[in-house]
């Protein structure tokens, strides 16, 4: 009886598969260049070398079929495209918001938050979040960035001969404190061994993230759950949930003590904010932060308690990891360049000079050069180097 089940399921399994690869869908995907693969699994097997071997396959295959390629397993298939066109087509539709099942193992982690939802819950936290990434609000963080920058250029100093091999848990330190003082109104600068462990569950979360994604049989929670890698992720998820329900914990703590005062000066809650307003912004402790927004969603009943750590969790782990990603990009890059970076640096002693060694928004402006070569570096080396989504239609490719 077992047996003729399991006969069952295969025979059906083939019948899918082969609807899939040569059915109306498959016909299409097979005019997109790509790896030959094997019967009914494809390319799965080349998708399981280290993170720096699959960062070369997908270049190899960058160069080799620009600007499309697929690779395909089992009934899935994934279809690159690199043409600026096609980049348009895509994030112009409104109707290709639908994540792909590449975000799934970033769900038990960010669960549905900015990143991984779609639909009407994405449109709804975005028109939520938009306000506190105003310009006239962020440009009211300027102390802090420069603030967090002289601390990490100090450490630096205090490193003295000693080489660093790898700068990114250096910089995400710093980077990650200024997240949290500006987008949760938290500051962590007394708690480093806090951060620490928080910053180390976040780099062997991204390992495993990566590890599941390309190995489709652990594509579901009960089946990777079962896993030592399940298992461990247990352990990490601890710690990143932990952290954020701290951070939480204490801005909240902070609006009761203030007798819901805080709240009070946010003035437009939710609303879209005016370009000129500049009264939501009444002392550095009254600053707008995104953490202060959700709060206050959570007070009207727009937002739950676990809506708010969806999100903090989103951005602690988005606005600390990639920053100090590009970060490293672009130091190595003008490193590199070393015509490039003496250009820079001369920039940056004019404008130090111009300013009495005090930066502000407006010199900051004035770093023109600086900012093409960040802008570069963004272009060649995204901290983000791919997003993925479903389209609901069909769409021309531009080749």
Excluded at 14 to 27: H, I, Q
Excluded at 96 to 102: F, M
Excluded at 160 to 175: N, R, W, Y
Excluded at 236 to 255: D, S, V
Aim: with cysteine; glycine share 6%.
């Amino acid at each position: 009886m077992f047996l003729a089940i399991l006969l069952s399921i295969i025979l059906i399994y083939f019948v899918y598969n082969f609807y899939v690869r040569y059915g109306p869908y498959g016909r299409l995907i097979s005019r997109v260049p790509g790896p030959s693969g094997f019967p009914i699994i494809g390319n799965i097997l080349i998708l399981q070398g280290s993170q720096e071997e699959l960062w070369k396959f997908f270049i190899s295959l960058h160069k080799r079929y620009y600007p499309n390629w697929k690779i395909w397993g089992f009934h899935t298939s994934l279809v690159s495209i690199s043409h600026p066109d096609d980049f348009e087509k895509i994030l112009n539709n409104t109707k290709h918001i639908t994540k792909s099942e590449a975000y799934d193992p970033l769900h038990p982690w960010l669960r549905e938050g900015l990143l991984t939802s779609g639909g009407s819950k994405w449109k709804l936290r975005r028109k939520i979040l938009t306000p506190t990434f105003h310009f006239n609000i962020l440009q009211h963080f300027i102390e802090s960035f420069i603030e967090e920058s002289e601390n990490m250029t100090k450490s630096l100093q205090n490193i003295g001969d000693a080489v660093v091999k790898d700068l990114t848990p250096f910089i995400s330190e710093h980077t990650l404190n200024t997240i949290c003082e500006t987008a949760m109104g938290i500051s962590l600068r007394r708690m480093k061994s806090f951060q620490k462990h928080y910053r180390n569950a976040v780099h062997k979360m991204g390992e495993l993230v990566v590890y599941r994604l390309f190995r489709q049989w652990l594509r579901y929670d009960w089946v990777f759950f079962l896993t030592s890698k399940g298992r461990e992720q247990k352990k990490i998820l601890k710690t990143l949930h932990e952290f954020t329900e701290k951070i939480i914990a204490e801005r909240k703590m902070y609006h009761k003590n203030m007798n819901g005062q805080f709240s009070k000066n946010l003035g437009k809650g939710t609303e879209e904010i005016d370009a000129n307003d500049t009264e939501v912004i009444a002392s550095r402790k009254k600053r707008l932060a995104m953490l202060d927004l959700l709060i206050l969603a959570s007070q009207e009943g727009s937002l739950t308690d676990i809506d708010i750590r969806e999100e903090v969790d989103t951005f602690m782990f988005e606005g600390h990891d990639t920053v100090a990603t590009s970060i490293c990009f672009t130091l190595s890059l003008l490193a590199e360049h070393k015509d490039i970076q003496d250009c820079v640096r001369k920039e940056v002693n004019i404008v130090m000079q111009e300013n009495e060694g005090k930066l502000s928004i407006k010199s900051l402006q004035d770093l023109q050069y600086l900012e093409r070569c960040i802008k570069e570096s963004l272009r060649l080396y995204p901290s983000v180097w791919f997003i993925s989504r479903v389209t609901s239609e069909d769409m021309q490719l531009s080749k």
